[in-house]
Every structure is written in structure tokens, then in C-alpha cells.
């Protein structure tokens, strides 16, 4: 199994600048402190993380008609905490679903199956992402294009006006 050459491209460029960017000095410690106490190498350590922050780095390509038949539904109950973001791409700049759901795995790393709610408007797309996205995830995905149109991706607020309206009305019957 190979590794997707742009993927890796990016993943090195990003090691790259933390590398030069960051003291590790803690980080060292910690994978070594792991890799004495499970008593196996520091680059298992490393690749176990690897595989953890980049899973889908060696999956592999499947053939169109593959790809038809293995779609995911586009809204699903997560088991997990999600975060609803604004992309702005949507059907008007005739992308399709799945070229923005490629986009999304290939430039966040995150599982396809990860992705709970996909819903392409007009101009615009939302989409449910596993919450705790790290900065330079939501950076990258900041800068990417999809067909020559920036994703601009934005995180929405919670909308808690249900609650503070449930909470009033309560208060007034008291």
C-alpha cells in the first residue's frame, strides 16, 4: 500500500514548519517515556500517532464504480460530538457532493465516516465536523478550493435561543 503523494506532501511540509516552528523538547520526552513503558521502538510510537492524526494516508483509490457504491448517507446521528461549520461553496458553482466530501477527508485528514451531515444549499454547504478540530487543520481548510472556489470554511454558533426561551418561559410560571 502507498502512501497519496499529495497527502504526504502536505504532511511533510507541515512536520516541516512545526519542526522549525516549535521547541519538542516536551513531545520527545513523552513518546519516549511511551515507548520505554510499552516497551517498543520511538518510531512505532510515531507511526501510531501518524495513523491517528492521518488515517486515511494509505487508503486506497477505489475505482469509480467502487466509489458510487460506498457513498455515505449525508446525514447521520453521530456517536460523537460534531460542530457545524459554513463552507462557502455550494451547488451554484457546480461542485458536486462528493468532490466537496473529497475535499474535506483528503485536506482534514478526518474519516469519511466522521463526517456526519453534509448539506449542500444554493451558495453555500454545512457540514458536521468531529469537534476538536486542531488550528492548523481548520487553517488548511481554510485555503482550500474546490474547483478554483475557496472553501472560507466558518465555524456557526450554537443556537441556544431554544433553551434561554424554555428557560423564560419556566421562569414565568413561578
Do not use: W
Not at 444549499?121 to 482550500?144: C, H, K, N, W
Amino acid at each position: 500500500m502507498h502512501a497519496n503523494p499529495r497527502k504526504l506532501e502536505k504532511l511533510q511540509k507541515r512536520l516541516q514548519q512545526i519542526l522549525h516552528q516549535n521547541n519538542l523538547q516536551a513531545h520527545r520526552s513523552a513518546i519516549q517515556q511511551i515507548s520505554d513503558e510499552l516497551q517498543v521502538d520511538a518510531s512505532d510510537c510515531a507511526a501510531a500517532l501518524l495513523y491517528i492524526s492521518q488515517p486515511h494516508l494509505f487508503e486506497n483509490i477505489l475505482e469509480p464504480e467502487e466509489f458510487s457504491t460506498s457513498l455515505p448517507q449525508v446525514t447521520r446521528k453521530p456517536n460523537y460530538r460534531t460542530v457545524r461549520y459554513r463552507l462557502d461553496v455550494g451547488s451554484k458553482h457546480q461542485i458536486e457532493h462528493e468532490q466537496l466530501l473529497a475535499v474535506l477527508v483528503e485536506e482534514s485528514g478526518v474519516d469519511r465516516k466522521r463526517i456526519a451531515r453534509l448539506d449542500m444549499r444554493d451558495t453555500y454547504t454545512l457540514v458536521d465536523l468531529p469537534d476538536g478540530m486542531p488550528a492548523d487543520i481548520f487553517q488548511l481548510l481554510s485555503e482550500a478550493t474546490v474547483k478554483g472556489h475557496p472553501l472560507s470554511i466558518k465555524r456557526l454558533k450554537a443556537n441556544r435561543k431554544k433553551f434561554r426561551d424554555s428557560r423564560r418561559g419556566s421562569d414565568q410560571k413561578a
